[in-house]
Nanobody, 125 residues
Framework: QVTLVESGGGLVQAGGSLRVSCATS????????MGWFRQAPGKEREFVAA????????YYADSVKGRFTISRDNAKNTVYLQMNSLKPEDTAVYSC??????????????????WGQGTQVTVSS
């Protein structure tokens, strides 16, 4: 079993920065990728960023490219999402996810088997 716990969400003004973290525990040795997704009220869940755990390759949604950075700490089994130049439209519940499936399309939510509970990020205008 794998457990993911997010932290670091909160309220920030537009243009500000925030870092959210996702600590994993359990059978994490089979991790293929970690991803961040977000869901705003009344909207579908959308891909934000992902990282291939072995190669370190990173992937971003066009809407956050250049503003958000995904990173990892292998020793701590933790993945981070640094969010800069935040906009009101970034307001959402941010969830991290873990994919154990080699070769899966990690920009899609269907690739992930394990999810955190989510953390609220609110950007005021």
């Amino acid at each position: 079993q794998v457990t993911l716990v997010e932290s670091g969400g909160g309220l920030v003004q537009a243009g500000g920065s925030l870092r959210v973290s996702c600590a994993t525990s359990g059978r994490t040795f089979s991790t293929y990728a970690m991803g961040w997704f977000r869901q705003a009220p009344g909207k579908e869940r959308e891909f934000v960023a992902a990282i291939n755990w072995s190669s370190g390759s990173k992937y971003y949604a066009d809407s956050v490219k250049g503003r958000f950075t995904i990173s990892r700490d292998n020793a701590k089994n933790t993945v981070y999402l640094q969010m800069n130049s935040l906009k009101p439209e970034d307001t959402a519940v941010y969830s991290c996810a873990l994919s154990p499936r080699l070769g899966s399309l990690i920009t899609r939510s269907g690739a992930y088997d394990y999810w955190g509970q989510g953390t609220q990020v609110t950007v005021s205008s």
